[in-house]
């Protein structure tokens, strides 16, 4: 079986750091691609101030602002755009996928609307690319002007448009889609694993850990439009509201994980429980005023990724080697989730910040598994070192410790299970204490094991001896064959003679289980016999064996 504790954490942070840098390599090659570097204006629209597409000159009536508010509002993008060649482009977001609605305007040098596209994961327009909010266009060549109106209640970075050749385009999406691909693919089976484990184990961690992931999974279902492209689902705040979950859940996973009792780490627990009252009042603010919700969810994360670091760092030096693990972990999912709840302005049109966070939970998960799997072989092996000391225990409780056959506490197991036909011999040594005061107890013993082993072996599997007491035995046997145990005794007897134990001898009777109305009685009618066959010894001064039936 595999040892996590050789597992390599060096190695684990090499294939986490390949995967970020393929990340952060996909930005690159972004920026290198893109056609068009747009000098945008940004126009804030209210209630007081509209914007009338069909006079796109009424923009001007619009106030403009450096940026947008993460909390929410209802923007307009106004830029010029240099199309050189005729041909098909995309005008999507770069940053983020987070969109609630969204219109796409473009006007010629004249003033007169060429084109017009809308969508967002409110919309229920439908969608030319999977995972994607880009529109086409035929443009010919020429000077555009380009109004992209944006609305959400809130956003996760500022959605910027742009414009890309549709061949470029395709192939710059391929990347983003598939990180969102895989990390589905991460968060559904291991949901699902961990899901089905909880129940098998009925441990809190497990179901913990389930919720967790089930729940980042909803969240980037719904940040990259499968829930809205795919089950028509166009609800915007399922983006956010299942990581207020998230993080209430996780700090306590993190509790259950490294084991953190209220009377063992006291000052760890009502951290815990003060990290917890904390994400209960930014979830029932964020539910107050949905417009600050992704906030709340935000600062929920660093809550917990807080009261996480201060826990493993506090549980390693205890000693805790799951701690050390959980570490690990925790601090990949930081440097990945700095670039997702960070209110960043990322340049690429492959990789969205909602990318960031997909690949750092993911990652996560992945090793929190891993440390989940070390925790179920430590659990592993303390059942099997206790089943261990449980077999030692019962073998020594049933076995006699100087001839090591099995006890008197093993034949009545035994005769619990006895049929009709089995039967029962016991057997009594002469002379063992001539041997223990001439030549000491060891001699006495040696002739005790000598009897024992040649019974055994003569035995094998059609009946077994037992030490009953000082130099009593007994054997069972199964078929009731008791003319076979004689012989037998009388060989051993006879191959005792001749290897230095000349005045060894026995006395035995033998009892059937039809005989006796139940083990007591039978163990009584033996011991009889084996009493009478000793007194018949004593008056003849020669081998008799007793057998009933």
Not at 400 to 414: F, G, Q, S
């Amino acid at each position: 079986m595999y040892d996590f504790r050789h597992f390599r954490i060096d190695r684990a942070l090499l294939f986490t750091f390949l995967l970020i840098g393929l990340v952060f390599s996909s930005h690159s090659y972004a920026q290198a691609a893109q056609v068009e570097n747009i000098a945008w204006k940004l126009y804030g629209i209210d209630k007081f101030q509209q914007f009338d597409p069909q006079r796109p000159e009424s923009q001007y009536n619009l106030l403009e602002v450096d940026g947008i508010s993460l909390t929410g509002g209802h923007y307009l993008y106004s830029g010029e755009v240099n199309i050189d060649q005729e041909g098909f482009y995309v005008v999507d977001f770069k940053n983020t996928s987070a969109i609630d609605l969204f219109s796409f305007y473009i006007y010629d040098q004249q003033n007169r609307r060429v084109a017009t596209a809308s969508g967002g994961i409110g919309s229920t327009e439908t969608n030319p690319f999977f995972l994607r909010h880009g529109r086409t266009f035929h443009l010919k060549a020429g000077q555009y002007k380009l109004l992209a109106e944006v609305s959400s209640p809130y956003f996760i970075a500022q959605p910027v448009p742009y414009v890309d050749p549709l061949a470029n385009y395709q192939q710059e999406i391929k990347l983003g889609n598939a990180i969102v691909l895989i990390g589905l693919g991460i968060f559904l089976s291991m949901g699902i694993y961990y899901g089905a484990l909880s129940f098998a184990r009925s441990r809190n961690t497990e179901v913990l850990y389930a919720i967790f992931i089930f729940s980042n999974l909803l969240f980037n279902a719904g940040a990259h439009q499968v829930l809205a492209q795919l089950f028509n689902l166009h609800n915007f705040y399922l983006i956010s509201f299942p990581i207020v979950i998230s993080n209430f859940i996780y700090v306590l996973f993190v509790m259950k994980l490294l084991e953190i009792h209220p009377a063992k780490n006291k000052i760890l627990h009502l951290m815990g429980i003060v990290a917890l009252l904390v994400l209960a009042v930014f979830a029932l603010f964020g539910m107050l005023s949905p417009h600050w919700v992704n906030e709340m969810a935000r600062f929920g994360v660093w809550v917990f990724l807080l009261y996480g670091l201060i826990a493993g760092v506090a549980r390693s030096i205890q000693g805790s080697v799951v701690a050390r693990l959980y570490l690990v972990a925790l601090v990949v999912f930081i440097g990945l989730a700095s670039m997702a709840t960070l209110p960043t302005h990322l340049s690429s049109n492959t990789i969205y910040v909602e990318h960031y966070g997909l690949a750092a939970i993911a990652m996560e998960v992945i090793l929190l598994a891993l440390v989940l799997t070390y925790q179920f072989g430590e659990l592993y092996r303390e059942r099997v070192r206790i089943l261990l000391r449980l077999d030692h225990s019962k073998k020594l409780a049933h076995t006699d410790a100087v001839t090591d056959i099995p006890n008197r506490y093993a034949l009545e197991i035994e005769l619990a299970s006895f049929e009709q036909n089995s039967s029962l011999t016991y057997i009594d040594m002469d002379n063992l204490k001539f041997y223990n005061d001439r030549y000491g107890h060891a001699k006495g013993d040696e002739m005790l094991k000598m009897f024992a082993s040649l019974m055994k072996q003569g035995l094998g599997g059609d009946g077994c001896i037992y030490r009953v007491g000082g130099d009593e035995f007994a054997v069972t046997c199964p078929d009731g064959n008791a003319h076979r145990v004689q012989k037998l005794i009388d060989r051993v007897i006879d191959e005792m003679h001749h290897i230095g134990f000349e005045q060894a001898g026995v006395s035995a009777g033998s009892a059937f289980m039809h005989e006796a109305a139940n083990t007591s009685d039978l163990k009584h009618l033996a011991d009889i016999r084996m009493y009478e066959n000793k007194q018949h010894r004593k008056s003849k001064s020669h081998h008799w064996f007793n057998i009933g039936g």
